[in-house]
């Protein structure tokens, strides 16, 4: 048995959510609309037609969310400023009513010793961005959104220490562009890799700009979805397929954060199927000179591939370059790898592998290949809870879900992979994107369900006192 070692003592305890996820308040105090705004009100876009006007209303109860947050002991709170509150129409004119309520936010979380951290970028582009350049399909997005986040460095860089850049770029790029699951609802494997280009300069824009102001003790870098890969057998064509996944959908975005640089049998494949992106000059040299502090890692679960022949082979029928949502078992590209299920992991009830050894995979690969501290952005379980007659949730499969998680990180810090802190996704129940207010991930209960807003009364759930027990401890008592 190995002796684990413990968390260090400043380790971020912390839980995540996002503005268009909990907020509501979407047209208050001069907020402009944001892409989410419009799209989840398109029919049948999301499920059962949900969207976040509303949502769990932390715009308005923002205090007594952070009020359960200090009494849990939260050493971090992750949530995203959402662009069209700060500038309504995505540049020009601030908002500065829309600048006070994050100041307000702020001021709230550090009177209890709470430390924010704060991402630039959760998905929601304003509107008015989309409608004059089609929002990340145009460079012009990267002045803008630079002007966006230096506006954010200036205002809040003295109280905050931790900044995301992008919150899963692989993600809604992917989904809005490839898969056509998200705004703009593109289907398009050469415009999903032109708008991730761009994405790639906005992100080391705003890092070059952040270097260039110099705050204080401040950190900064993006969140990353990985999903990583297993082959399916020690076949070496499995071994291959597994390879070739793992370039294409993972260190195609991490490879050029950390090191800015395309992996190049990726960039060789897209070169020879014609879906290469246009780079600039000056392009590759950016993405160089602006590397990030730390990996944001948001861990779900891990992908099996297998061998997939070039002729007669499972191709991209529900494509799905994220391993993520609505992952189809039969995905995957002619020649390369096709998914499979994996007969060692249970499954979620939205069907996402529950594996924590990946969580060890994940932190063990990252720190192997880019050798930079991680700061875990995300991890939890979307489930079905229920509210009993005595007000209470009896979550257990969460808690057995976070503890197993935890453990893992435990082990891979013992290894010796630096994390700097782990945030649960999420704090409350919030909206999921897709998939309504029944996908609960929250530690606390919120009151709600698709249409009814009911009281939106916060409920601590059992995992929410498991998880005080935890942070008391510093992860001693898991
Ligand atoms: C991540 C996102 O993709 O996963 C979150 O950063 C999201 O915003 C979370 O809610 C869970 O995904 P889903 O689809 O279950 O809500």
Redesign the pocket.
């Known amino acids: 048995h190995i002796q684990l070692k413990d968390f260090p003592t400043d380790f971020l305890w912390g839980s995540?959510s996002?503005a268009y996820?909990v907020e509501g308040a979407w047209n208050v105090d001069g907020k402009g609309k944001s892409v989410w705004d419009v799209y989840a009100k398109v029919p049948g876009a999301t499920f059962q037609d949900t969207n976040g006007d509303v949502a769990v209303d932390h715009y308005h109860r923002y205090k007594e969310d952070v009020k359960l947050m200090a009494e849990q002991g939260l050493k971090a709170y992750r949530f995203s400023i959402a662009w069209s509150r700060v500038l309504p129409n995505g540049t020009g004119e601030i908002n500065e009513a829309g600048l006070e309520f994050y100041d307000r936010l702020i001021d709230e979380l550090l009177s209890y010793q709470i430390t924010p951290v704060v991402t630039l970028y959760?998905?929601d582009i304003p509107q008015t961005l989309m409608e004059r350049y089609g929002g990340w399909e145009s460079r012009e997005v990267i002045e803008d959104f630079n002007n966006y986040a230096v506006i954010l460095f200036k205002r809040y860089g003295d109280r905050v220490k931790h900044w995301v850049t992008l919150?899963?770029q692989n993600?809604f790029v992917g989904q809005g562009y490839k898969t056509g699951t998200h705004p703009p609802a593109v289907r398009d494997e050469k415009r999903f890799y032109e708008v991730n280009h761009i994405a790639n300069v906005a992100n080391a824009k705003v890092i070059q700009s952040f270097r260039a102001l110099s705050i204080e003790d401040a950190l900064i870098g993006p969140?990353f979805?990985y999903t990583p890969v297993y082959p399916k057998s020690p076949n070496p064509k499995d071994i291959l397929a597994a390879e070739n996944a793992e370039e294409l959908l993972s260190h195609f975005w991490m490879d050029v954060y950390a090191w800015g640089e395309y992996p190049r049998v990726a960039m060789n494949y897209l070169i020879k199927e014609g879906i290469a992106p246009t780079i600039l000059p000056g392009d590759l040299e950016l993405l160089k000179a602006a590397t990030p502090d730390f990996m944001g890692l948001?861990y779900?679960q891990t992908a099996t591939v297998e061998y997939n022949p070039l002729n007669g082979g499972v191709g991209e029928a529900k494509p799905n370059f994220?391993g993520?949502?609505g992952s189809s078992k039969d995905s995957g590209i002619p020649g390369l790898f096709k998914t499979t299920a994996n007969p060692f992991t249970e499954t979620t009830d939205?069907d996402?592998t529950i594996d924590p050894e990946g969580l060890h995979v994940v932190l063990r690969r990252i720190e192997n290949r880019y050798q930079l501290p991680i700061l875990i952005?995300?991890n939890?379980l979307?489930a079905f809870d229920k509210l009993e007659s005595d007000d209470t949730i009896n979550d257990e499969y969460r808690i057995d879900y976070l503890k197993r998680h935890v453990k893992a990180i435990q082990e891979a810090i013992t290894d010796g992979v630096t994390v700097l802190g782990y945030c649960t996704?999420?704090y409350t129940d919030?909206?999921?994107?897709?998939?309504g207010y029944q996908?609960r991930?929250g530690m606390v209960f919120v009151d709600r369900d698709e249409h009814d807003e009911k009281t939106l009364r916060r409920i601590p759930k059992k995992s929410y006192y498991w998880y005080q027990g935890v942070i008391a401890s510093n992860g001693k008592q898991i």
């Open positions: 995540a996002a996820q959760h998905w919150n899963e993600v969140s979805a948001n779900y994220t993520k949502k939205w996402w952005t995300e939890g979307g996704w999420s919030l909206l999921s994107w897709l998939n996908k991930y």
